[in-house]
């Protein structure tokens, strides 16, 4: 029995199973590669184009959103300017109105503290005779800076592009 141990002991393959080697061919030349490479350049031509296609759709939808919110914000701010603009235009017939009914020596002495441009935009707006009595009222220098910046509003000759 020792024998027949030492035996199979001995032979090298008697318990190992059979593997096939994989087989490895080398093509016979390269028309197969080459033929492989141009069957394939359509799909992946095609593919290409695909996440091209839809990478430019992701980008017009991003900008189809910021387009409309930027919509948005203009429809704001048109709103906004509306509401100012009619404040504004309120206000400034307001406040003819409240120095329309001053005395002149009154009204003289609160558009000396006022800024020039505004004082003159409204003397411009009361009635010539009230207007002539605040500027009689006011110091020569004063009455000389309001009377300036009238004349050169109504001066066609006066550049509209501020500098």
């Not at 948005?72 to 329309?100: P, S, T």
């Amino acid at each position: 029995m020792i024998a027949a141990v030492g035996t199979m002991l001995a032979m090298p393959g008697a318990f190992a199973q059979e593997v096939a080697a994989p087989v490895t061919t080398v093509p016979a030349n390269g028309n197969e590669i080459q033929q492989f490479c141009t069957n394939i350049a359509d799909a992946a031509r095609d593919q290409r184009y695909l996440l091209q296609k839809k990478n430019l759709e992701d980008l017009q939808a991003e900008v189809d959103a910021r387009i409309a919110k930027l919509e948005e914000r203009r429809a704001e701010y048109e709103d906004w300017l509306k509401r100012r603009n009619d404040f504004l235009k309120q206000a400034e017939l307001g406040l003819v109105d409240i120095y329309k009914t001053m005395k002149a020596d009154a009204a003289a002495g609160q558009l000396e503290l006022v800024n020039p441009a505004i004082a003159a935009a409204i003397v411009m707006k009361l009635p010539p005779r009230q207007s002539s009595l605040i500027l009689s009222e006011m110091t020569s220098e004063k009455a000389a800076v309001l009377t300036n910046i009238i004349s050169s509003a109504s001066d066609s000759q006066t550049s509209k592009e501020p500098s």
